[in-house]
């Protein structure tokens, strides 16, 4: 559930950018005690700090930090699965409470987009995928996206795998209908994917909802979609269960108690105390010099115990 998020932090108009290494690791745990501790790790990271964008528009991560509006702005790949990250928000509008906490479904272009970038230089450039033969989904493999494809007697569902969705099958164009076509659409759909996306070939309406960045999807879609329209929907998947009711009536319902068990889990075994680690036996200071794991940064926050319990009450809603 870990990523390696880039940072870039604005105050008084002006950015300063973090490019942590290891110690981004774990986007969630390290952002979950709010703004105060995020700040006061990422002050420690000046000098890792660089003074342009990632190169490659597909960073896995990424967070903007804007104490002066107090903005939030936030992605990950490797976050978890839906209900993960729905209990990870929903720990952030607790812990960092009178801010807004917005998600960037277009990854690294909104953020750049939020410092008054051309967002445009920071997306992929545009290209039509190459997709294998598709036969359907097999049930063995994780769900990654979903298609509907509305038609006369109703609809049908189709599950991408991973490897599949990776290869960005939205950007195919009116083709991805034949395409799927070719295969055995699913008997059921009993989890919550990553990206769904609904089409109506006799109206030429298209919804879309996605957790991972969408990499400029919206703005090149009527190139790669013409004639269609397009709705975008978040990531509210439930707009997409509510269209096909008769194909996908056992997609469950997002519980974030056990995501929030897990949140607060990894922020006791993984934000490191000084008093605990000293209690444990731990060589405190050899693990500052070393820098395990990034583990220097985080221990000159100077987190205290209650400090972390207060967190982890606040992840928890207590």
Do not use: K
Request: with cysteine; net charge negative.
């Amino acid at each position: 559930m870990g990523s390696r998020p880039n940072h870039a932090v604005i105050r008084d108009g002006s950015q300063t950018l973090y490019f942590p290494g290891d110690a981004g690791d774990g986007l969630d745990y390290l952002l979950a005690p709010g703004p105060d501790v995020a700040l006061r790790w990422l002050a420690r990271l000046a000098g890792q700090a660089g003074d342009r964008w990632p190169a490659d528009p597909r960073c896995p991560a990424g967070v903007l930090i804007d104490p002066d509006r107090r903005v939030l702005l936030l992605f990950a790949t490797a976050l978890g699965d839906y209900a993960y990250r729905a209990a990870v928000l929903d720990a952030f509008a607790r812990t960092w409470s009178g801010w807004q906490i917005h998600w960037a479904y277009d990854g690294l272009a909104d953020l750049v987009d939020y410092t008054g970038a051309e967002p445009a230089e920071a997306r992929p450039q545009l290209e039509t995928p190459r997709l294998p033969r598709y036969d359907g989904h097999d049930p063995e493999l994780p769900l990654a996206a979903l298609v509907t494809v509305a038609g006369e007697h109703g609809c049908r569902a189709y599950g991408l795998r991973p490897d599949l969705a990776a290869e960005q099958p939205f950007r195919a164009g009116p083709g991805l209908v034949d395409w799927l076509a070719g295969g055995e659409p699913l008997e059921w759909c009993d989890e919550i994917p990553s990206a769904g996306l609904h089409l109506d070939p006799a109206t030429r309406f298209a919804g879309l909802w996605s957790i991972l960045p969408l990499h400029g999807l919206r703005e090149q879609w009527p190139v790669l979609w013409p004639g269609w329209t397009l709705d975008f929907w978040g990531d509210a998947y439930p707009r997409q269960v509510a269209l096909c009711p008769d194909a996908l009536d056992e997609v469950p319902r997002v519980q974030v108690e056990p995501g929030l068990r897990e949140l607060a889990r990894r922020l006791v075994d993984r934000w490191p105390v000084r008093s605990a680690l000293a209690e444990a036996g731990l060589d405190v200071d050899r693990l500052h010099v070393q820098d395990v794991g990034g583990m220097r940064a985080m221990l000159d926050v100077g987190l205290t115990a209650d400090e972390l319990a207060r967190t982890v009450d606040a992840v928890m809603g207590r």
